[in-house]
């Protein structure tokens, strides 16, 4: 099921245009990049003028800030929910892994880290900022699934769980990458993953 939070508050005391603003650019960035669309692709599909758009984002690094930034939100409340849900390490990882690759799975769109990643040297200084800071909770969400899952004798692999986390986000995305050649790619690289990690 989707997560609906926003960076600082909750989208139910958002304005309803400016939340069906940031869900659509948020389709539209997951398709094209954040560099593939402007504001005037928002603004014909919601029946607004442009204007609109820029009283509630007035910059479109404005826009990224409040795309990444949801991002975040959805992934620290995700995290946070994960944590006192369960004890076992593997269903968190499962957890984690459905969360990078869901929207590939629901539309194939490649997943928000992707893209940023892709569109690197053109997005705005503060949006690459707000995408660090992005990264980074991913990896140390990653980070404390496998440091819990060795101490709970879930998983055994060679190197540190600091490596581990980074090659485990490194070859997810790239198998988001290969799956728009060939599908079942993603299925064998989540498949060789859980192998890699110790399962049986």
């Known amino acids: 099921m989707p997560f609906k939070h926003l960076l600082g508050y909750s989208e139910r005391h958002m304005n309803d245009t400016a939340k069906r603003i940031l869900d659509l650019a948020e389709a539209l960035w997951l398709e094209r990049?954040?560099?593939g669309f402007s504001y005037h692709h928002l603004a014909q599909p919601l029946g607004l003028k442009n204007a609109a758009i820029h009283y509630h984002y007035p910059t479109k690094t404005d826009l990224g800030l409040a795309l990444v930034g949801r991002y975040r939100r959805r992934i620290r409340r995700t995290a946070e929910h994960h944590a006192?849900?369960?004890?076992?390490?593997?269903?968190?990882?499962?957890?984690y892994v459905d969360l990078?690759?869901?929207?590939?799975?629901?539309s194939e769109r490649l997943c928000p880290t992707g893209m940023l990643a892709a569109e690197w040297a053109t997005l705005p200084?503060?949006?690459?900022e707000e995408a660090r800071a992005f990264m980074q909770e991913l990896y140390q969400w990653c980070l404390g699934v496998l440091r819990e899952g060795i101490a709970g004798g879930y998983f055994q692999f060679a190197g540190s769980c600091e490596d581990k986390a980074a090659t485990?986000?490194?070859?997810?995305?790239?198998?988001?990458?290969?799956?728009?050649?060939?599908?079942?790619?993603m299925d064998a690289v989540k498949k060789q993953l859980r192998l890699d990690l110790g399962a049986r």
């Not at 200084?125 to 690459?128: A, F, G, H, L, M």
């Not at 997810?172 to 599908?183: I, N, Y």
């Open 125 to 128: 200084e503060p949006v690459r």
């Open 33 to 35: 990049g954040f560099n």
């Open 168 to 185: 485990l986000l490194a070859t997810l995305q790239g198998a988001l990458q290969l799956a728009r050649f060939d599908p079942t790619w």
């Open 84 to 95: 006192i849900t369960t004890q076992d390490a593997w269903q968190k990882l499962e957890w």
């Open 100 to 106: 990078l690759t869901m929207d590939y799975a629901d």
